[in-house]
């Protein structure tokens, strides 16, 4: 099984840019698909955005489409989240998340009960 490390949170304005990054350790990370959620303040957590073992099929919620891109590097057994147009609702804690199970669909990808590991978690602050 991976642990994973999430790196890249901080304070920023609305309009700007940030971006994630999870560092995985194992030799297994390659077979996991991965996954950003996030979670607000009073919030349950939700789905941000998810990305197949290789690379090949992407995932996003309709909150995050279009503004987010995930992208992974296999050799490097990192997975990244570049986040756009940041907005404040886009203040959450970012959790960095993986799975053994193929992902198939966005509906699949979007639940929590998928993925076994998870990282603890790193600050985004979006001030308007």
Not at 102 to 123: E, F, H, K, V
């Amino acid at each position: 099984q991976v642990q994973l490390v999430e790196s890249g949170g901080g304070l920023v304005q609305a309009g700007d840019s940030l971006r994630l990054s999870c560092a995985a350790s194992g030799r297994t990370f390659s077979v996991y698909a991965m996954a950003w959620f996030r979670q607000a303040p009073g919030k349950e957590r939700e789905f941000a955005a998810a990305i197949s073992w290789a690379g090949g099929s992407t995932y996003y919620a309709d909150s995050v489409k279009g503004r987010f891109a995930i992208s992974r590097d296999n050799a490097k057994n990192t997975v990244s989240l570049l986040m756009n147009s940041l907005k404040p609702e886009d203040t959450a804690v970012y959790f960095c998340a993986g799975s053994q199970s193929n992902l198939g669909t966005t509906q699949a990808a979007m639940s929590r009960r998928l993925y076994d590991t998870w990282g603890q978690g790193t600050q985004v602050t979006v001030s308007s």
